[in-house]
């Protein structure tokens, strides 16, 4: 079956540490995308892809970073810079433009501190 | 920047009755989707409205956008147990900004 993998699915991060979620999908998407969801809040946007080996900055970039070397692989660092990383990470892919196509969400990773 | 707010943040009903739930935005909405994420879930995608007015069905679920496009709505008929979640509006907006609703979360009591 075609689907979006995120891993792990809990994650502790010590303090200073940087750490990386996986996104892998093999729906043979263009697009990729990185949301933060805070408990009874929304998604915010944190980076997305249209094509390989090129990305935007969200909303909320400020601490995060991706890369995109594969069309399948869309993986995000969380550094020591991000001071508040507790949160739900979902990671999203869509065959065309961003906002223009349906959006297909992994089962997310949860990020807590240690 | 844009803000899409979403009303009310929380609704309780008993089961059979109706439910709703408003999408406004600060800017003219370009691309409307909506999605909805059970608790503990991800997101999943409903369905996309792009004309002012545009109305859409989905068994007991009717979309409908406003004319202004500065708002739509979620309209569920007699809700069921397996209704329950966060429903969220997303506007894909004409300069590429992702813009997610700040959602309702809808309890049904049986």
């Known amino acids: 079956d075609g689907g979006i993998t995120q891993s792990p699915k809990y994650l502790f991060r010590k303090e200073g540490q940087n750490v990386t979620l996986s996104c892998e999908q093999n729906l043979n998407h263009d697009a990729m995308y990185w949301y933060r969801q805070d408990p009874g809040q929304g998604l915010r946007l944190i980076y997305y892809s249209q094509i390989v080996n090129d990305f935007q900055k969200g909303d909320i970039a400020e601490g995060y970073s991706v890369s995109r070397e594969k069309k399948e692989s869309f993986p995000l660092t969380v550094t020591s810079a991000q001071k508040n990383p507790t949160a739900f990470y979902l990671c999203?892919?869509?065959?065309?433009?961003?906002?223009?196509?349906?959006?297909?969400f992994g089962d997310g990773t949860r990020l807590s501190i240690l | 920047g844009q803000q899409v707010m979403q009303i009310p943040q929380y609704q309780h009903v008993q089961e059979g009755e109706d439910f709703t739930t408003y999408c406004n935005s600060s800017?003219?909405?370009?691309?409307i989707q909506w999605y909805k994420q059970r608790p503990g879930g991800h997101p999943v995608f409903l369905i996309q409205l792009v004309k002012s007015g545009e109305v859409k069905k989905q068994k007991r679920l009717t979309f409908q956008n406003g004319e202004a496009k500065k708002n739509s709505s979620l309209h569920i008929t007699a809700t069921q147990t397996t209704d329950v979640g966060t429903y969220f509006c997303f506007d894909g907006g004409a300069t590429n900004k992702l813009i997610f609703g700040t959602g309702t979360l809808l309890a049904v009591q049986p």
């Open positions: 800017t003219t909405l370009s691309n």
């Open positions: 999203a892919s869509s065959t065309g433009q961003g906002g223009y196509q349906p959006q297909h």
